[in-house]
Antibody, heavy 122, light 113 residues
């Protein structure tokens, strides 16, 4: 059974930092790209960023609004991905989802966690 | 960056009737080397994470009912539910994975008329 479990969310003051973790099981973690997507309450989905697999040099990419503040990393030995969030702003308040994804020549998969809530407020 | 625009923002359809959601990208998401459209559709029900329905614009994910279908190429795409069921009430999103940032459409809320 595929499982992705996010943790580390909570309340943080503006300007503060938080590190989210995503523990994965049931699929090829090391072969997958790991993405983070967020969703503010009552709003749509926003892609935050991704880290590719070792075969793709662990390449990272981010949306413009978090570039320079957020960092995605992974530990394939622990089947865990991370989202380090610094210099947090009130507009970063959202549920953060972790996604394991892969697209090959004939098929794709996209496995989502249940999400963890990050609230940035004074 | 590629901007994804869905229409309509909300839609009310009678049970058993056809529902159609449109998605337009600001530039083509067709990758010429493999002739694939890098376009996915997701379904999100209240209190749940999104669920992948369709990828490569028209390939159904395993286990997705065949009343769901995707079509289109280049910049214009459509998600069709051929006969709406009560459990299809949800918000539907398209997403391009052609180039980063992998942007989503704003979502289309589907309700029962």
């Amino acid at each position: 059974e595929v499982q992705l479990v996010e943790s580390g969310g909570g309340l943080v003051q503006p300007g503060g930092s938080l590190k989210l973790s995503c523990a994965a099981s049931g699929f090829s973690f090391s072969g997958s790209a790991m993405h983070w997507v967020r969703q503010a309450s009552g709003k749509g989905l926003e892609w935050v960023g991704r880290i590719r697999s070792k075969a793709n040099n662990y390449a990272t990419a981010y949306t413009a609004s978090v570039k320079g503040r957020f960092t995605i990393s992974r530990d394939d030995s622990k089947n865990t991905a991370y989202l380090q969030m610094n210099s947090l702003k009130t507009e970063d308040t959202a549920v953060y989802y972790c996604i394991g994804g892969y697209c090959g020549s004939t098929s794709c998969y996209s496995y989502w966690g249940q999400g963890t809530l990050v609230t940035v407020s004074s | 960056d590629i901007v994804m625009t869905q229409s309509p923002d909300s839609l009310a359809v009678s049970l058993g009737e056809r529902a159609t959601v449109n998605c337009k990208s600001s530039q083509s998401v067709l990758y010429s080397s493999n002739n694939q459209n890098y376009l996915a559709w997701y379904q999100q029900k209240p209190g749940q994470p999104p669920k992948l329905l369709i990828y490569w614009a028209s390939t159904r994910e395993s286990g997705v009912p065949d009343r769901f279908s995707g079509s289109g190429s280049g910049t214009d795409f459509t998600l069709t539910i051929s006969s709406l069921q009560a459990e299809d009430v949800a918000v539907y999103y398209c997403q391009q994975y052609y180039s980063t940032p992998y942007s989503f459409g704003q979502g289309t809320k589907l309700e029962i008329k």
